[in-house]
T-cell receptor, first 114, second 116 residues
């Protein structure tokens, strides 16, 4: 069984500041990890994923995430926030034994102020 | 990735009625899923749509309430039956392209459903 915990339902940053969205997971097998973004009135868009290999994963729009097995974490970062980054972000986990379904965290709303 | 089209994009329905949501993909996909996203909440998996056979439902979701069809590798429908205000949600379809673990799911834009 898998679960995802996203710390902070809302995160507020100023434009140009560092973005850090936290995600911790629980999985009984080696996990695959994903970050998705949802803009208003849209579906979910894949930002990045970790499957195997390099633990620092780069995604779209300048985001990156680091898989830390010892901390069971997969935090999402971006060095400098833009106003256009304001959206809801979801962390998700699936098991690595064949294809298994995604388990989503509750989401974190990122607010960016000028 | 693939282009995923959901119809309708939004609807307002009367309680007791049913609505069928369509999900069309521009290429053949290996797996299709249906999710519900209640207001201000995360995504909950309703079922996996299996091509040519009955869908696989998650705990808490039943076929009588959410019948699903998937006649081919590019199309699926979800019906929300006998709707009540508690069914007001966003319904999203997602697809997996390719095989093997770690393949991401790609999502349609969702159907925003309000029940009066």
């Amino acid at each position: 069984a898998q679960s995802v915990t996203q710390l902070g339902s809302h995160v507020s940053v100023s434009e140009g500041a560092l973005v850090l969205l936290r995600c911790n997971y629980s999985s009984s097998v080696p996990p695959y990890l994903f970050w998705y973004v949802q803009y208003p009135n849209q579906g979910l868009q894949l930002l990045l994923k970790y499957t195997t290999g390099a633990t620092l994963v780069k995604g779209i729009n300048g985001f990156e995430a680091e898989f830390k097995k010892s901390e069971t974490s997969f935090h999402l970062t971006k060095p400098s926030a833009h106003m256009s980054d304001a959206a809801e972000y979801f962390c998700a986990v699936s098991g690595s034994s064949g294809y298994s379904t995604l388990t989503f965290g509750k989401g974190t709303m990122l607010l960016v102020s000028p | 990735s693939a282009v995923i089209s959901q119809k309708p994009s939004r609807d307002i329905c009367q309680r007791g009625t049913s609505l069928t949501i369509q999900c069309q993909v521009d290429s053949q996909v290996t797996m299709m899923f249906w999710y519900r996203q209640q207001p201000g909440q995360s995504l909950t998996l309703i079922a996996t749509a299996n091509q040519g056979s009955e869908a696989t439902y998650e705990s808490g979701f039943v076929i009588d309430k959410f019948p699903i069809s998937r006649p081919n590798l590019t199309f699926s429908t979800l019906t929300v039956s006998n709707m009540s205000p508690e069914d007001s949600s966003i319904y999203l379809c997602s697809v997996v392209i390719g095989t093997g673990g770690g393949q991401p799911q790609h999502f349609g834009d969702g159907t925003r459903l309000s029940i009066l």
